[in-house]
């Protein structure tokens, strides 16, 4: 939630310096949008990875570990249950948006998608590797409670910032118009991983693990003179390359994915672009 505040912050402070300006050029278009995504996600192979020898007290043996977990499957967490409950506004799939219209065919915008990324328990998967000196490759079930459980669901968190292209498609009258929006963009990952190995739990800080490039496409939809609705789809590509997960030394788990997102949003805008 303080990401959005940071965002909200950000465009009044803008706005308010380009306000003077915009009353003499008549051109720049300022906007905010709010709303939820449901996500798809390919299967990923995870590398985990901990050279320490210190003694871990929990699972009696020292953190050191260096395995890889292929072809998991994993899959979003949307919690739209709790869009009801005002306080918890923040907690189902949310994402938000800010940008400017420089004129109204092209703009650029920061772009963020709290998605939630879980692999699914006790799933059938290969795992090769080790685990101290014990060698292993065969099938395992991934059992949380003994295992492996792995999520990022206090956000898979993409930020991006994107170039948007607006196409018109019907524009009837000055209360209404309906554009094709692309936006293409890049930019970093940022989750917080929820993980429990060998029976241990630790939900990580949230942490820079990686990048992300992708590209967002849909309807859009202005009414009135501030309103606008977008309904879109996206696909990415996100390359978590250090998640932090358990160890006493420099426990990292890494893993990238390509996800497919639907998502709807609904908006302000400040100025103009005519």
């Known amino acids: 939630m303080r990401y959005f505040y940071f965002l909200l912050l950000f465009g009044i402070c803008f706005n308010s310096f380009s306000q003077t300006d915009s009353l003499k050029k008549k051109k720049g278009q300022l906007y905010f949008s709010w709303g939820y995504t449901r996500a798809k996600y390919s299967k990923s192979t995870l590398h985990f990875k901990n050279n320490s020898n210190k003694f871990n007290e929990f699972t009696q043996q020292n953190d050191n570990y260096d395995f890889v977990v292929y072809d998991a499957v994993a899959t979003d967490r949307p919690d739209f249950d709790k869009i009801k409950d005002v306080i918890n506004i923040t907690i189902p799939q949310f994402v938000c948006r800010g940008g400017y219209m420089f004129n109204n065919k092209w703009g ?98 949230w942490h820079v693990a990686g990048w992300i490039v ?61």
């Not at 963020?112 to 799933?123: E, L, P, R």
């Not at 978590?240 to 997102?261: D, E, I």
Request: charged share 20%; net charge positive; with cysteine.
């Open 108 to 205: 650029i915008e920061i772009n963020y998608d709290h998605t939630k990324y879980v692999v699914t328990d006790y799933q059938k998967v290969r795992v090769k590797g080790r685990v101290n000196n014990n060698y292993f490759d065969q099938d395992t079930i991934l059992n949380p409670s003994n295992f492996l459980h792995f999520e990022h669901t206090d956000g898979a968190n993409f930020w991006m910032v994107n170039a948007v292209r607006k196409m018109s498609l019907c524009n009837p009258n000055k209360n209404f118009d309906a554009s094709w929006v692309v936006k293409p963009g890049a930019g970093i990952v940022f989750p917080r991983t929820d993980i429990t190995l060998f029976g241990e739990r630790l939900n990580n800080d």
């Open 214 to 274: 992708g590209v967002e496409s849909g309807l859009r939809m202005e009414f009135f003179r501030y309103g606008f609705f977008e309904f879109v789809g996206k696909g990415s590509f996100a390359d978590y390359t250090s998640c932090l997960v358990l160890g006493k030394g420099n426990g990292k788990a890494r893993h990238h994915f390509f996800t497919a997102q639907l998502t709807a949003t609904i908006g302000l805008k400040f100025g103009s672009t005519k």
